[in-house]
Nanobody
Framework: QVQLVESGGGLVQTGGSLRLSCAASGRTFSRYGMGWFRQAPGKERDFVAAINYSGGSTNYADSVKGRFTISRDNAKNTMYLQMNSLKPEETATYYC???????????????????WGQGTQVTVSS
């Protein structure tokens, strides 16, 4: 099992930026793909972005393409999500997650992720 801890959430105005971090421990970080999801109150957990084990392949939800960037530093066991041009409707708890198996390409389904962080709150004010 891998332990995941998110940080970097907060309150930001519409159009602002935040950088989320996800620190991993307990398993060989560089062997597994990772992802970011978000969940607003009363809604389902939605895919945001994913990255494969090496960082060489990424995938994004259509709603965030061109504004969000996912990356990872395997030497630091850390994944990041740079979020720019944030919108009020993106207010949610953001979760990082790790794949249950080793895949070549990024996975985007919740079921493909077996380890989750506790979440970090992102609030975008209008």
């Amino acid at each position: 099992q891998v332990q995941l801890v998110e940080s970097g959430g907060g309150l930001v105005q519409t159009g602002g930026s935040l950088r989320l971090s996800c620190a991993a421990s307990g398993r060989t970080f560089s062997r597994y793909g990772m992802g970011w999801f978000r969940q607003a109150p009363g809604k389902e957990r939605d895919f945001v972005a994913a990255i494969n084990y090496s960082g060489g392949s990424t995938n994004y939800a259509d709603s965030v393409k061109g504004r969000f960037t996912i990356s990872r530093d395997n030497a630091k066991n850390t994944m990041y999500l740079q979020m720019n041009s944030l919108k009020p409707e993106e207010t949610a708890t953001y979760y990082c997650a790790a794949n249950t198996k080793q895949w070549l390409l990024p996975r985007i389904a919740v079921a493909d992720f077996g380890s989750w962080g506790q979440g970090t709150q992102v609030t975008v004010s209008s």
